[in-house]
């Protein structure tokens, strides 16, 4: 019996580990094992203020902070049958895309990257290719500025509210912001250009499913039903028929499936799924590269990811330039009359889908909480997949195979931190 143990898996978010055993020719155990201790969220809201609920949510993470804003302000507002304005849905997408472009930049070009040019980390990486390191630095403010003008930080903003913004950006900063982020799309188009010139690896190769929002007309990361590979579609709070959670005893982190199925969530997902409803130059990239991006193979979300990070600078300056030429609002709240009521909203952070469903009051205070995170979606997934690539690699040596594990989990650009909620245990 062989056992190969990647421990304290580097370059991610959060702590975790892969554990391998193979007897003979069969692999045993394949997994990716998440050991952070669970983090009791949805017991914490309990009792809250639907006021508070936006701010504490997003302690949730550091990375992508924002969906949680957005998504539980949207689920709050259905529960009390709240309506925004326009310019409200508006700078939500904004505060939305705005973690797209920071996370992905710092996934692909400080996480991802190295892997595939031999370097154990983006700084000894930068010693060699340092145009690109700073175009990715670039690209990566420009996401950090979209949050610092809309929320006045780049993490954990106070303004998203239930009902809207407390405080509403100016229009000069608009203005600079359309700039910088215009001045900086040479880096995505670094992206494009560096992931579209490496070789995927193709040792884990398999059919997939994939889950991703609806967005409407435009390709984007918010909606009210999903689309899930198999043709279907479902209304956001059929949510949890597609993902099933459930406790496993090598994780921390819940694992999800769909139909008895593990899928893939995220920006892979989102691009399969959605890919009619992109436009300008991320649909014209997509349109050379779509040879390159195989539905079987997970390492295709690194040119998803870059595709997206074109799209979204993009997408972001229009929608700067529309709110500007409409002329931005000096008031974004509306009134908010708590009441007792039940709502479920999904959004997409950049690693994949995040589901926020509460019960409130008839003081709009917290009695019932559920929250399911893009990387609990693809646990089950992520494990479907190492032991794919165990089974085609097990003859390589213990370092060779820790390394091409290591690298295989990374294309999913896992947040370990926020996939670990409550576990409610009936004896």
């Known amino acids: ?153 780049t993490v954990h903003g106070v303004v998203t509210k239930p009902g809207g913004y407390t405080k509403v950006p100016r229009a000069e900063d608009l203005e600079r912001l359309s700039e910088q982020l215009k001045s900086s799309i040479d880096g995505a188009r670094e992206a494009i250009r560096v992931f579209s010139s490496l070789k995927m690896p193709e040792y884990a190769l398999d059919d997939n499913l994939y889950i991703a929002v609806d967005p409407g007309e435009h390709y984007g990361y918010s909606g009210d039903h999903l689309l899930v590979s198999d043709g279907t579609r479902h209304p956001v709070e059929n949510y949890m028929h597609l993902t099933n959670e459930v406790t496993v005893e090598h994780s921390s982190a819940k694992h999800s499936s769909y139909k008895g199925s593990s899928f893939m969530t995220g920006a892979l997902a989102r691009l399969l799924l959605n890919e009619k409803k992109l436009y300008g130059e991320a649909k014209e990239s997509y349109e050379s590269l779509r040879d390159r991006v195989d539905p079987r193979n997970p390492f295709s979300n690194n040119i998803a990811q870059a595709i997206e990070l074109l799209y979204s600078v993009q997408r972001a300056v229009d929608i700067i330039d529309g709110l500007l030429d409409e002329g931005i609002k000096d008031e974004l709240m509306v009134e908010v009359k708590p009441k007792a009521g039940e709502g479920i909203a999904v959004v997409e952070a950049p690693r994949g889908l995040l589901y926020h469903h509460y019960k409130l009051d008839d003081e709009g205070r917290v009695v019932f909480a559920n929250l399911v995170t893009p990387t609990a979606q693809n646990a089950a997934n992520m494990d479907k997949y190492l032991r794919i690539a165990v089974r085609n690699l097990k003859d390589l040596s213990d370092d060779e195979l820790k390394f091409k594990l290591e690298m295989l989990v990374r294309a999913y650009d896992p947040c370990i931190s926020c996939s670990v909620h409550l576990t409610r245990i009936r004896v």
């Open 1 to 153: 019996m062989r056992e190969v143990v990647v421990e304290h898996l580097a370059r991610v978010e959060g702590h975790g580990d892969i554990e391998v055993v193979i007897e003979g020719d069969a692999v045993k155990r394949a997994v990716l094992r998440i050991y952070e201790g669970p983090r009791f969220f949805e017991r914490i809201l309990i009792g809250k203020s639907y006021y508070e609920v936006p701010d504490i949510t997003a302690r949730i993470c550091s990375i992508c902070p924002d969906p949680y804003q957005v998504v539980s302000s949207r689920a709050i507002e259905k529960a009390m049958g709240i309506r925004v304005d326009k310019q409200v849905e508006a700078l939500r997408e904004l505060q939305l895309i705005a973690d797209v472009i920071h996370s992905h930049a710092l996934h692909l070009f400080f996480l991802a990257l190295p892997d595939f040019l031999g370097y154990t980390d983006a700084i000894r990486m930068a010693t060699q290719y340092p145009d690109t390191v700073k175009l990715g630095l670039k690209v990566k403010r420009a996401g950090n500025a979209i949050k610092e003008v809309i929320t006045g930080r």
